[in-house]
């Protein structure tokens, strides 16, 4: 039997190959499409549902350059009025501030898979290697740094382990700093591991406890921010350093980040936000953070463009797939036909209509499995985070069943006698 | 008794296009008998093959193969039936052209599951019964008439079946070569397999221990 699929598979290579490709080009554009809808489009729905009547602003600081930055630093009680700043826009009667930042942390001698490291998603995971940092090799995963409304306000939901303690968004030097780590890392990390990690300037240790469930997110950046391959840390708090002792660097590296975080309101406009946040710059004679509106209504457009887009996805494969399953039935047929000749000799030497239909389903099989596997492969390389999709997998069975109609038809109608007569 | 046919109808088509292939025939082949069915070009006789080696069905009638009723419901059930009872010799050969002498001989033991080394030894001892050794790795269209006869023989053979079914075996054949395959099928008949030839050459059928005359679907005397 596996001879007699070979040769089949064999004869008419060429069309075997269009078939495989075909079907391969089909299976990504549905892979692509379907996961769009169902995972991008179906949070996206869903945040906007839940967030219809809030406004979202990210608040940017002016440290555009650094010369800048500099003459800030250089200016006195610099970073002293940058920490009243934050206090100030945490604690307002007027709207809610999310402390909310994505900054890469750096983990010791890690030996984790890529795909956590920072820049994996867009392949530039390589340019970050380990760095020496006082003697050790540190190298930078992604993530992530919630303060307590954060939690409150988007509600990741827990796998396992706590949520932060309160008293654990304030630094403590003899404590490690409590990391929740994203679904996949599961398996790499368990509860009460302890890392050392570097971190804004920062050398410490971090403990483990907690992992989010898959597809837990926050929104940032304008859009949905899956946690599934992030290191959430607390957004720490700092007491400002008593008279006399030096201010540490990674203090201003804390605030600079804790200041660019996002403003929720349910009344206020752009304008009035602006206004409210251009007083407590005033009030800690600061100047230049600015607001840009990411208001949930921009979701709604991203919603329908990316329905559109991934509509347009499905489309097409539906398109490829008729293609794909006209030609599979068109030159299966052909092939039947021109070997109705061999099958019939194969029927008088011993084999059953049941024989020469598996060696058809084998054959359709094998064009699948290879369409699939190289559409799995693509799917992975280019679009490694999305994760495994089965209806490409379910798709290809059922053109497989539906192609095997026709063929098996014509086997049952087969006319051994008369293919046997004729001449040789 | 091997074979016994009763009262077998056979139709093919409908309203004008309707053929009566058969009408009516009965007949009995003993175990070992060497059986001629002769008539003229669409006198049914190779229908009347067609439906003794499970090829085709009949409409009405009764076969009784070993004394057994046999009835076909599907083409599975038939070809179960002429699975290592029935060897077909057919006028044009019926080998696998891209397939070497070797496996088209050896394409039924495949369909029994048997071991690599037993097809291997199997073949080997078919072909050289067949005076083919030297052929194994050809191809069909390498070989001669007689030589494609052969290895059809050596094929229809090789599972060892109780009944050769061989529809015009010399048709396509010279006057030697046709003597030659004759001879292959009366040894054979002499070790006890029973054989139905069926020819319109009068002098392959008086090679067989009986004749079986048709006209018009109908068994007639000589």
């Known amino acids: ?340 000749h061999t099958y019939a000799i194969h029927l008088i030497s011993g084999a059953t209509p049941s024989d020469i239909k598996k060696v058809i389903a084998a054959e359709i099989a094998f064009y699948l499995i290879i369409a699939n596997i190289l559409a799995a492969s693509f799917a992975y390389l280019k679009f490694a985070y999305i994760g495994f999709n089965p209806t490409p997998l379910v798709i290809s069975i059922i053109i497989g069943v539906l192609s095997l109609i026709y063929p098996f038809h014509q086997i049952n109608q087969l006319n051994i006698s008369m293919y046997l007569r004729g001449k040789r | 008794m091997l074979i016994e046919l009763n009262n077998i109808y056979k139709n093919y088509g409908q309203g004008d296009n309707l053929v009566r292939a058969l009408r009516g025939i009965s007949l009995q082949v003993e175990d070992g008998e060497m059986v001629a069915i002769m008539g003229k070009s669409g006198s049914g006789k190779s229908t009347l093959l067609n439906i003794i080696g499970g090829l085709d069905t009949f409409d009405q009638g009764e076969y009784y193969y070993k004394g057994k009723k046999t009835v076909f419901k599907n083409q599975e059930q038939m070809a179960r039936f002429r699975r290592n009872k029935i060897g077909f010799i057919m006028q044009n050969f019926a080998l696998i052209e891209h397939k070497t002498v070797f496996d088209n001989v050896a394409l039924p033991l495949r369909y029994n599951r048997l071991s690599r080394k037993t097809i291997e030894n199997r073949v080997r001892q078919e072909l050289s019964n067949m005076g083919l050794q030297d052929k194994a790795k050809r191809y069909p269209y390498q070989l001669s008439g007689g030589e494609c006869q052969r290895v059809a023989i050596a094929r229809a053979l090789i599972n060892e079946p109780e009944l050769i079914l061989a529809d015009e075996p010399t048709g396509a054949l010279d006057s030697n070569t046709e003597e030659e395959i004759m001879n292959i099928l009366q040894d054979f008949n002499r070790r006890g397999k029973t054989i139905i030839i069926v020819t319109h050459d009068h002098n392959i059928a008086t090679m067989c221990n009986r004749i079986i005359n048709i006209l018009d679907g109908k068994e007639v005397s000589a």
Request: proline letters at 4%; hydrophobic letters at 40%; charged letters at 20%.
């Open chain 1, 1 to 340: 039997m596996r001879a007699e699929i070979i040769e089949s598979i064999r004869q008419k290579a060429f069309l075997g190959l269009i078939i495989i490709l075909l079907t391969a080009t089909g299976l990504v554009f549905t892979a692509i499409g379907t996961l769009g809808i169902n995972h991008l489009h179906g949070r996206l729905l869903d945040f906007s549902t839940k967030y219809q009547d809030e406004h979202i602003f990210h608040l940017y600081d002016p440290f555009n350059s650094e010369e800048i930055l500099r003459s800030f630093l250089n200016e006195s009680d610099a970073v002293e009025r940058l920490m009243r700043f934050h206090e100030r826009l945490e604690n307002n009667p007027y709207f809610r501030y999310l402390d909310l930042n994505s900054q890469s942390i750096y983990i010791q001698d890690y030996s984790g898979p890529e795909k956590f490291v920072k820049g994996y998603e867009d392949g530039r995971a390589d340019l970050n290697k380990p760095v020496d940092i006082n003697g050790n090799l540190y190298r930078p995963v992604k993530g992530m740094q919630f303060s307590e409304l954060v939690f409150t306000t988007f509600k990741p939901s827990l796998h396992s382990g706590r949520y932060f303690l309160s008293s654990e968004y304030h630094y403590q030097e003899d404590q490690p700093i409590p990391l929740i780590l994203g679904s996949e890392y599961q398996g790499i990390y368990s509860l009460g591991d302890q890392l050392n990690i570097y971190f804004l300037g920062l050398q410490s240790r971090a403990q483990v406890i907690g992992f989010f469930n898959k597809d837990s997110y926050v929104f940032i950046n304008g859009d949905i921010g899956y946690l599934d391959r992030q290191m959430v840390m607390p957004s720490l708090e700092f007491a400002f350093p008593a008279l006399g002792t030096p201010i540490p660097d990674y203090l201003f590296a804390f605030y600079h980040v804790k200041t660019s975080g996002y403003v929720i309101s349910k009344d206020l406009n752009a304008d009035e936000v602006q206004v409210l946040i251009n007083q407590f710059c005033r009030e800690c004679r600061l100047t230049g953070w600015q607001i840009e509106g990411s208001h949930v209504n921009n979701l709604d457009i991203l919603n329908l463009e990316s329905h559109e887009f991934f509509i347009s996805f499905l489309i097409i494969s539906v398109v490829v797939f008729i293609f794909t399953f006209i030609n599979i039935v068109l030159s299966l047929s052909l092939k039947i036909k021109n070997n109705l």
